[in-house]
């Protein structure tokens, strides 16, 4: 079947039981090209429709069996035959035959006797209209299809704004059918209750204004949930320039718009708690300070960190932390809007919650009365959380130790008011968990803050909580081992091991220098005279003297009280001084290094080039090595002028007789070059780090074993003068 | 009284025309048809009458008119009508008369188509 408009005719079915009249409507017919079937009557024409398909059907009324009107309704119920043309031949003309013909379906009918050049003409132009239908049927069809598989919206609406065509996706995206929405104002069924006139009002403009447009709005689905559309809308318009429809094609954005806020609160806000990140209350904290300076207002900030809360996500999981926090954010939450009624005695008093990250919480109180009732929103705050947590049956109680800092006295701006009051808070909790505190000017290194670390401190030494530990020397040429360097560590019962930069700025600010040089001194004998009740091959072991040490008054007694509780043998010991102690009192130190050569301990200068030593007050001063400064070692290969400098030291000290020894040697470069300068010994990480005394008693062995150090020692005694 | 024989040359145009547009033979073939059909409608319109069936009668009639409008035999197509009215109308009275006519008449239209047939064939061919 062809739907060409210029095609040949396609084929007739003729059905006619006078087989004369049907030779001669062939004889007209194939005139234009048409091909001919023939039925005699209406039962064999049904069974040709059928077989053949043809694209129109002559069909004359009176035939025997099944006569035309009752073969014309059969037909139109077949497929194939729902759409065919079908052309009534009736010799009874009259009105009664020819609404009979339209009723059962024929397209058109002719009278009986007809001329056949009319018949051609009725049979050209059924057929073109036939096609022309069929064309627009199919183009409809099209139309639909892809209306209806769009996967945007698409919405028709007539001139009134009633729904004509309401395509799948709006079914989706609205909850409506297409049947439930049919002829209802687009506002009556989608638009929000409050939004319904201004929806009305912007489409009659949009009528108005006959132009297209583009906009964002937002339907109220059947569920009650709002979907915002991204529509394109454009107005059909009749042939008399009428407005006839308003074509709506939509995209769904909620999604988008969705993941677009997600994305902007996860920059401003933290996921677990809702409450705003550390950036976006640093912003609010700023601008808090910005209006408190035009108006004179105090801000305060409270830092609140959760005492002990990593033992909650170590013993009840990751999930129980979550949970708890979550659940510390609402109660703080809430504990500050209790303040609501602090709010109505003072209109300014603003609060604002945030979480920092971890266990770290801030408030922003701003227009704060006074100090006094600052800390009553804190005691608020602290009793929020008195109640114990629960997760899955188990209880545990979770406290918040709380620092609180004042704009302007206690910082300038939104990061040093936030580092006051955490300092507030470590000052708080250094007293009692739980507690609170203002900050103070002199709490970054507070008061309480040094007695609670020098009693640590203190107690770290009666509880024997220090170790040693100890760093190989080598010798350059051979890497014999020659000697250690005894290094003291703090084993802190909380914080793990903790290297001297650590503390020892406190123990010399405290004076607990004092007493910690004495326990390594004493720890460094006893360590080593038990090596040698081991029978080991020792070396020297030296120990760095402090500056305050050197300055005490005893010091010569109290070393050698030392030397006969451990019964130590001191040609095993070298202390290490620094020039600056030398220089703050040259003939002092003179008198005190005698003595200690006097006790049989070597004397080594540590740190050596830093200080501005008198070189020539070096010739005089009874010592045994020099150290070269980790600082010149350092850049050795790379700066001339270290290397110079580097040079002169081992010259200067191999005139005196001294023996000098490269410290912090950490590449083979280094150590390359120290060789070729002559340094006599190294240490450093490349040489070997600092181990402990079971390690070290191990290196001893391993060394006498291999017989690469027996000697050293006396070469070693061979240079001292 | 009209003339029951007579046949219609105006009415013969199209089929004529027709003939002349589908190569010729067309009017023959049509003319043979109706000469082999025509005696068994007139039987079965005069048992119709006999039986005193106007329906039977009323189809009968009704054939013949078409036929004999097909071959331009006009005069037997009036008489046709008439007695299809008579039989729609339920009636055979008076029918027995018109198909004397009919009867009387067949041989004269048959001896006129032929010759009209004849005399067509020869104008075709002699240009």
């Known amino acids: 079947m062809s739907h060409s408009t210029t095609a040949s005719p396609g084929t007739v079915l003729v059905v006619d039981d006078d087989a004369a009249l049907r030779l001669l409507i062939r004889a007209a017919l194939e005139q234009d090209g048409w091909a001919v079937s023939e039925a005699p009557?209406?039962?064999s024409a049904c069974a040709a429709l059928e077989r053949i398909q043809p694209d129109i059907v002559l069909l004359d009324v009176s035939m025997p069996e099944l006569d035309g009107f009752e073969a014309c309704a059969r037909i139109r119920t077949m497929r194939g035959g729902e759409y065919v043309p079908i052309l009534m031949i009736t010799s009874m003309d009259n009105e009664e035959s020819i609404s009979r013909a339209y009723q059962v379906g024929a397209t058109d009918f002719l009278s009986k006797p007809f001329n056949f050049m009319i018949l051609r003409h009725r049979l050209h132009y059924m057929h073109r209209a036939h096609q022309a239908t069929h064309e627009l049927r199919d183009e409809r069809d099209f139309i639909s299809a892809v209306v209806d598989k769009s996967g945007a919206l698409v919405l028709v609406l007539d001139a009134t704004g009633r729904i004509k065509r309401f395509n799948p996706s709006c079914e989706h995206t609205s909850g409506f059918s297409a049947t439930e929405a049919r002829d209802r104002p687009i506002w009556d069924l989608l638009s929000g209750a409050d939004e319904r006139e201004r929806d009305r009002g912007e489409f009659k403009q949009l009528i108005a204004g006959r132009s297209m447009s583009h906009h964002e709005s937002s339907w109220i689905a059947k569920d009650g949930t709002r979907r915002d559309i991204a529509w394109s809308r454009s107005v059909l318009l009749d042939g008399d320039g009428e407005v006839a429809h308003v074509v709506f094609t939509g995209l769904d954005t909620t999604e988008r718009r969705q993941a677009e806020e997600r994305a902007r609160f996860l920059a401003s806000y933290d996921p677990l708690t809702g409450l705003?990140?550390?950036?976006?209350?640093?912003?609010?904290?700023?601008?808090?300070?910005?209006?408190?300076?035009?108006?004179?207002?105090?801000?305060?900030?409270?830092?609140?960190?959760?005492?002990?809360?990593?033992?909650?996500?170590?013993?009840?999981?990751?999930?129980?932390?979550?949970?708890?926090?979550?659940?510390?954010?609402?109660?703080?939450?809430?504990?500050?809007?209790?303040?609501?009624?602090?709010?109505?005695?003072?209109?300014?008093?603003?609060?604002?919650?945030?979480?920092?990250?971890?266990?770290?919480?801030?408030?922003?109180?701003?227009?704060?009365?006074?100090?006094?009732?600052?800390?009553?929103?804190?005691?608020?705050?602290?009793?929020?959380?008195?109640?114990?947590?629960?997760?899955?049956?188990?209880?545990?109680?979770?406290?918040?130790?709380?620092?609180?800092?004042?704009?302007?006295?206690?910082?300038?701006?939104?990061?040093?008011?936030?580092?006051?009051?955490?300092?507030?808070?470590?000052?708080?909790?250094?007293?009692?968990?739980?507690?609170?505190?203002?900050?103070?000017?002199?709490?970054?290194?507070?008061?309480?803050?040094?007695?609670?670390?020098?009693?640590?401190?203190?107690?770290?030494?009666?509880?024997?909580?220090?170790?040693?530990?100890?760093?190989?020397?080598?010798?350059?040429?051979?890497?014999?081992?020659?000697?250690?360097?005894?290094?003291?560590?703090?084993?802190?019962?909380?914080?793990?091991?903790?290297?001297?930069?650590?503390?020892?700025?406190?123990?010399?600010?405290?004076?607990?220098?004092?007493?910690?040089?004495?326990?390594?001194l004493r720890q460094t004998c006893l360590e080593v005279m038990r090596l040698r009740a081991l029978g080991l091959q020792l070396v020297p072991v030296a120990v760095n003297l402090s500056s305050a040490q050197f300055q005490v008054d005893d010091l010569l007694g109290r070393i050698a009280a030392i030397f006969r509780e451990c019964a130590m043998e001191t040609r095993y010991l070298t202390i290490e001084i620094t020039e600056s102690m030398i220089m703050r009192d040259p003939r002092r130190a003179h008198e005190t290094l005698s003595r200690l050569n006097d006790l049989g301990v070597r004397v080594a200068l540590d740190d050596f080039g830093t200080g501005y030593s008198a070189l020539a007050s070096l010739k005089d001063l009874p010592i045994h090595e020099l150290k070269i400064d980790r600082a010149f070692v350092k850049d050795l290969a790379e700066n001339p002028r270290d290397l110079a400098i580097a040079r002169a030291i081992i010259a200067m000290a191999h005139g005196l007789g001294l023996t000098v020894v490269g410290e912090g040697v950490e590449t083979e470069e280094q150590l390359a070059i120290l060789r070729a300068e002559g340094c006599d010994e190294v240490q450093g990480f490349l040489i070997g780090e600092p181990v402990s005394a079971d390690r070290f008693a191990a290196l001893l062995r391993s060394s006498a074993r291999d017989g690469s150090m027996p000697r050293a020692f006396t070469s070693d005694s061979n240079v001292g003068s | 009284m009209h003339d029951v024989t007579i046949i219609s040359e105006t009415a013969l145009e199209q089929v004529l025309e027709l003939d002349r547009l589908s190569g010729g033979g067309l009017f023959a073939r049509v003319v043979d048809i109706y000469l082999a059909e025509t005696p068994t409608i007139l039987r079965d319109l005069r048992s119709a009458i006999d039986a005193g069936d106007p329906d039977r009668a009323a189809v009968a009639a009704h054939a013949l008119k078409s036929a004999s409008m097909n071959v331009g035999a006009q005069g037997v197509a009036t008489v046709c009508t008439e007695l299809e009215a008579l039989g729609r109308r339920g009636s055979v009275d008076g029918a027995e008369s018109l198909a004397l006519q009919l009867d009387e008449a067949y041989p004269l239209v048959k001896a006129a188509l032929e010759r009209r047939v004849l005399k067509h064939t020869a104008e075709a061919f002699g240009g």
């Not at chain 1, 801000?299 to 979550?326: C, E, I, P």
């Not at chain 1, 919650?353 to 227009?367: P, S």
């Not at chain 1, 959380?385 to 130790?401: D, K, Q, V, Y």
């Not at chain 1, 007293?431 to 020098?454: C, T």
Request: charged share 25%.
């Open chain 1, 276 to 520: 705003p990140n550390r950036r976006l209350f640093t912003n609010r904290l700023q601008q808090a300070l910005s209006t408190a300076d035009a108006e004179g207002q105090q801000v305060a900030v409270l830092f609140l960190d959760l005492d002990r809360f990593k033992y909650v996500n170590a013993t009840w999981g990751q999930a129980a932390g979550d949970q708890s926090l979550t659940e510390v954010a609402d109660r703080l939450t809430k504990g500050l809007r209790l303040s609501d009624v602090l709010a109505r005695q003072h209109q300014d008093l603003r609060t604002e919650m945030a979480r920092l990250g971890g266990d770290e919480f801030t408030a922003l109180v701003t227009g704060v009365p006074s100090v006094n009732e600052l800390a009553g929103i804190v005691k608020r705050l602290q009793e929020a959380l008195r109640r114990p947590f629960t997760f899955e049956g188990h209880e545990f109680t979770i406290s918040a130790s709380v620092g609180a800092a004042l704009y302007p006295a206690d910082g300038a701006d939104a990061e040093s008011l936030l580092s006051s009051a955490e300092s507030a808070m470590y000052a708080s909790r250094k007293q009692q968990r739980g507690g609170f505190r203002f900050f103070s000017p002199a709490m970054h290194v507070s008061v309480a803050e040094r007695l609670s670390l020098e009693t640590e401190l203190r107690q770290s030494i009666e509880r024997n909580e220090f170790v040693l530990h100890y760093q190989p020397k080598h010798v350059t040429r051979t890497g014999a081992l020659i000697g250690a360097e005894a290094l003291v560590r703090w084993a802190h019962p909380s914080r793990g091991l903790l290297l001297p930069a650590t503390f020892i700025g406190l123990a010399e600010e405290t004076g607990l220098i004092v007493p910690l040089g004495e326990w390594v």
């Open chain 1, 41 to 43: 009557d209406g039962a």
